[in-house]
């Protein structure tokens, strides 16, 4: 990974602006507009309004998005699962018969077993150049596990048809066009590399962790 917690991209292939940016400039002509929720559930039962304007409470749904916690409380047991991979692509888990099952939760994202796989729709403003910019890259354990999940993706979606997948399965907006995400996969993939992640902060199936070897209280 790079030394210091700059984006892993540049803002000329950010696929999304900020709703606080101006859509009308040039730079933001072809990209979708980030809108965040009003609120959303925590994990503890509650139901958070998102105000955007507060640093605290956005740094907080932030936090929510991309919490590993408790993927970090068992990481050093993962070993027994198996060895740190690449994930297949999506094509490939369709071929492998898996259904794909939606989960909010970042510590369960690409967990499965022979019938299913967990996948977390990826957020959209891990594709924002000014959210890593502005708040992810303030915050070394936020940024990693950002970086861990946008990593995963271009593991899932390495092709034309799993972008195709994708977007049929809202993983992925259906704003972005192959051209796009190749450009974003590049540069992403120049800047990040998934050996120097520190291991608590990959996705679980970057383990090939099949759930019925791990438990978690959802």
Known sequence: ????????????????????????????????????PAAYHTRRGGF????????????????????????NGIHDHLWLAGLPRPARPLSQQLMLGRAVVFTGAADLHLAWDNARIFIKPLPEFLLCHT??????????????????????????????????????????????????????????????????LPEHQCPLSLWRTPTGKVELDI
């Open 131 to 196: 959210i890593w910019e502005k708040h992810l890259s303030k915050d070394k354990e936020l940024y990693e596990a950002a970086a861990g999940l946008l990593l995963s993706y271009l593991w899932l979606v390495p092709t034309k048809l799993d972008l195709k997948i994708a977007q049929e399965r809202n993983l992925l907006p259906n704003t972005i066009s192959w051209q796009q995400w190749v450009g974003i996969s590049r540069a992403t993939l120049q800047n990040l590399d998934f050996f120097q």
């Open 48 to 71: 958070q309004e998102l105000k955007q304007e507060d640093p605290a409470i956005f740094k907080q749904y932030l936090d929510h998005e991309l919490d590993v916690k408790r993927l």
């Open 1 to 36: 990974m790079m030394a210091s917690l700059d984006p892993p991209f540049p803002p000329d292939v950010s696929l999304t602006f900020e709703d606080t940016c101006d859509p009308k400039t040039t730079a933001n002509a072809d990209k979708a507009q980030l809108i965040f």
